[in-house]
């Protein structure tokens, strides 16, 4: 079980969602907590309650993220964790969406590349301070799969991006470990989590969202990705029917394989 006792953890996209709740259990756990995101009212009251401090910042930024982490380095010594979990949705079928659209950078930036930038940074500030740090970073089930209850949404260009954060994660972690580098790295993968993102596409009431959805709240979320770090696990989903749906893609490169007598 990992030791949360004292440790400095910074969340990003904490205002709210899987982040407030992650915030929230790590510091019940003794775990000292900044709580960052774009909305620093949200910010505020998260660290209010987790008795922690917060942090303003903008992702979309690419400097934002690795100035945050030398911020915090300087003022507390050390950063033990990181979890890089703020995110944003993008709803917009691939054949009409804007591909030179603003809001399309911010998508790829802060759900993509913010993560690699922290973990760069991150890595650097243990390596030189002689300290092991931890990465989550919070893909979703898009990451590996098309769900059939979200097949009509408009979320390919979203999906993408959770895609690209997953290998990047996987490079990551294999880089860190053939490397030798003081960073362990983990993946959570949410299903269905009610929160505004979801609400927003989906409905406020999460009743009329698809059964198959198995829509659980944030504190579940947050709680099977503590134990999942406490099991050493790297790719930790919140359903499981992420395996189920994984299956087509499977069974797709396995037929054509078999088809092509590899």
């Not at 979309?60 to 949705?89: C, K, Q, S, Y």
């Not at 134990?227 to 919140?238: K, N, Y």
Request: some cysteine; charged content about 20%; overall charge negative.
């Amino acid at each position: 079980m990992v030791d949360w006792t004292g440790q400095h953890v910074l969340v990003t996209g904490a205002a709210s969602g899987i982040g407030r709740a992650l915030a929230l259990a790590l510091a019940a756990r003794g775990a000292k907590v900044t709580a960052a995101d774009i909305n620093g009212a949200g910010a505020n009251e998260t660290a209010a309650q987790c008795a922690g401090e917060a942090l303003t910042v903008d992702l979309a930024e690419a400097g934002a993220g690795p100035a945050m982490v030398d911020t915090l380095v300087a003022r507390h010594g050390r950063l033990d964790a990181i979890f890089a979990n703020a995110g944003i949705g993008y709803r917009r079928r691939l054949l009409k969406a804007d591909l030179d659209d603003l809001q399309l950078d911010r998508l790829f930036e802060i759900n993509m590349l913010a993560p690699l930038r922290l973990a760069q940074t991150l890595a650097r500030a243990a390596e030189a301070g002689g300290w092991r740090a931890r990465l989550v970073v919070t893909g979703s089930e898009n990451s590996l799969s098309l769900p059939p209850s979200v097949q009509n949404n408009g979320i390919g260009l979203y999906a993408a991006s959770k895609h690209g954060v997953l290998i990047l994660t996987e490079w990551l972690a294999t880089e860190c470990r053939n490397a030798g580098k003081p960073l362990d790295v983990h993946i959570l993968l949410p299903g269905g989590v009610y929160t505004g993102m979801t609400a927003d596409g989906l409905g406020e009431d999460p009743a009329r969202w698809p059964a198959d959805m198995g829509i659980i709240l944030p504190e579940r979320a947050a709680a099977l990705c503590l134990s999942g770090l406490d099991l050493g696990l790297f790719h930790i989903p919140t359903h499981a029917h992420l395996a189920t749906d994984m299956a087509a893609r499977f069974e797709s490169v396995s037929s054509a394989s078999r088809a092509l007598g590899l």
